[in-house]
């Protein structure tokens, strides 16, 4: 019971916005954290509880309204300010326990008419401040055991006003006016995309699917324009919000509410016009013959083999990982340069003779002198569909391990027609290979190949990609 009682008071406690919480025991014990959504489940012990019914503070509020009926509305050209008083008033005098909802009106401000200069009577305003006017809508409209809430949405769909809650109190705003304070935020955008974004913007405007006001100034026209396009994407610009390209440092200042600025964000996201990377990964993991033949038919897939790694019972070799643009070539390389003879001469040194009865002297000397690097060379061509979730990758991989060494006998005859039998060491390098053209998911792993034996021929070779897009800041993108 006390189990309980401690998850009730803390479910009352806790507020929409809240994504998660801890429970804190009579003890001090902290338990947690748990997700605050509908039916997740919180477990302490043996108990076991579900988060059913969440009801955030606004749609409490909300329901308070639709309760609250008021008799009789009777409204003659009325002014706004005094329909919001008298509403609030209603929504005391009528609701249960005579607990109301409290409402604030914010009028919408408009410059006023431009002043006669040529009046004698006219005086430069000295605290260079612009002088604005309240508009005041009126309100005609009667109704008969009306709720709250219809009466308010009447209201603001005759005055061109909404309401939106802020907190437990009604704000009732011009419908242009932001639902919080603006937030400015920088977005990097790639030039050519930018310009393309505002020549397209432009042509549409021209032929009428835009509208926007004309202004002298380059930045200013720029962020019409983009405004509009943005606003037929889906964004709303209350007043007071704003978007500038900034061409010297390539990027978007964006000033809009929270709300509104992670509905710019999703529409930006879908336009491909923010700069990122591509950050490509190849794993190489050995596994044990018998184990890759207990899998059965299915045999080794990304998954399974990503569960072996994870569980230690794949080996892991290495996992080269390359940077680059997008439709960029990229190569890397981490290597050991072996440097190896390919053939051996035998040479009598000038000035040796012949004495008391032994073979001539020799020599054995190296020629033709190769490199070979060792190790791993990773060469890659990424480029990003259309779709944006979708990367194809021109692969070249390369994987080389150090070498073994074989000695190969060799017989050579001396000056005296002796025979002499020497040992001439050559590498054994054991190579794997991987040449394709893959297509991946974003962020997604998939097996490119595998099946190799291992040079000591006990375990098999695979190769794991790992393909995602990134930011400049290094972090995944969506």
């Keep these: 019971m006390r189990f309980l009682a401690m998850l009730a008071a803390v479910f009352c ?71 919001v008083a008298f509403l609030s008033d ?7 326990e005579r607990k109301g909802v409290s409402m604030i009106l914010r009028l919408d401000e408009q410059p006023l008419p431009a002043a006669n200069t040529s ?14 006017r309240a508009h005041v809508p009126t309100v005609t409209f009667s109704a008969l055991d009306i709720t709250l809430k219809e009466a308010l949405d009447i209201v603001c769909d005759i005055t061109g006003y909404k309401y939106w809650m802020r907190g437990g109190i009604i704000m009732i705003t011009h419908r242009d006016a932001p639902e919080g304070p603006i937030v400015v935020r920088k977005y990097d955008v790639l030039p050519s995309s930018a310009h393309r974004l505002i020549d397209l913007g432009s042509k549409m405007r021209q032929d009428g699917f835009l509208t926007m006001e004309s202004n002298n100034k380059q930045n200013d026209k720029d962020g019409d324009i983009l405004k509009s396009f943005f606003s037929e994407m889906g964004v709303p ?27 710019f964000e999703d529409v930006l996201s879908t336009l491909h016009i923010q700069p990122y990377q591509i950050e490509i990964e190849v794993t190489f993991l050995a596994c044990d013959r018998q184990l890759i033949s207990d899998l059965g038919p299915d045999g080794a897939t990304s998954a399974t083999l990503t569960n072996l ?25 981490a290597h050991t340069e072996f440097i190896y003879p390919t053939r051996l001469a035998v040479n009598s040194p000038s000035g040796v003779t012949n004495t008391n009865d032994t073979a001539t002297a020799f020599m054995i000397e190296p020629h033709d002198y190769v490199m070979r690097e060792v190790g791993i060379i990773l060469e890659v061509l990424p480029e990003v569909s259309p779709s944006s979730n979708l990367i194809n990758i021109l692969l070249s991989l390369e994987y080389i391990e150090t070498p073994t060494w074989k000695k190969y ?15 001439i060491p050559q590498p054994q390098f054991h190579t794997y290979n991987e040449r394709s053209n893959v297509l991946i998911t974003n962020g997604k792993r998939i097996l490119i190949g595998g099946g190799i034996p291992s040079s000591d021929s006990q375990k098999l070779i695979y190769m794991l990609l790992t393909a995602r897009k990134v930011g400049t800041d290094g972090e995944p993108l969506p």
Excluded: C
């Design 119 to 132: 009046s004698p009577f006219f005086k430069t305003p000295t605290n260079g401040v612009t002088t604005t």
């Design 309 to 333: 790694w994870a569980n230690g019972q794949a080996g892991f070799l290495a996992a080269p990982r390359v940077v680059t643009g997008n439709g960029q070539q990229a190569k890397i390389k």
């Design 409 to 423: 006998n060799g017989t050579f005859i001396d000056t005296d027609g002796k025979a002499h039998q020497v040992q």
């Design 90 to 96: 209603a929504s005391i005098e009528h609701a249960p």
């Design 237 to 263: 610009w209350p007043t007071g919000s704003y978007i500038k390209y900034v061409r010297g440092i390539s990027k978007f200042v964006v000033g809009n509410t929270e709300e509104n600025l992670a509905i």
């Design 13 to 83: 406690a806790l507020t929409a916005t809240a994504q998660d919480f801890q429970l804190r025991s009579d003890a001090g014990k902290q338990t947690g954290p748990f997700l605050f959504r509908e039916g997740e489940s919180v477990q302490i012990g043996t108990n076991t509880a579900n988060l059913v019914n969440i009801r955030s503070q606004e749609n409490r509020i909300l329901d308070q309204m639709q309760a609250i009926r008021i008799p009789e509305i009777n409204f003659r050209q009325a002014d706004l300010r005094d329909v």
